[in-house]
């Protein structure tokens, strides 16, 4: 079953919301290269890496619950 997950950052006046399900991760990960790349955003290449890395925890965490 694909549960749907959700990354959130908040900056400043900004809420940031990903929702998107297991398998989709490099789909977002392009998602917030474009908006880091996108001057017209607050969004930043920092705001990406956070993101990122919030999201490999949780792919680290699952794997670590998967039974061998």
Do not use: C
């Not at 990354?7 to 398998?23: E, M, Q």
């Not at 017209?40 to 290449?45: L, V």
């Amino acid at each position: 079953m694909n549960h749907v997950r959700q990354l959130s950052l908040v900056k400043g006046n900004h809420r940031y919301v990903f929702r998107y399900k297991a398998g989709e991760e490099a789909s977002i990960i392009a998602v917030f290269a474009s908006m880091a790349a996108d001057s017209e955003h607050d969004f930043d290449w920092f705001d990406a890496a956070v993101l990122s890395y919030q999201m490999g925890r949780r792919l680290e965490m699952d794997l670590e619950k998967t039974p061998a």
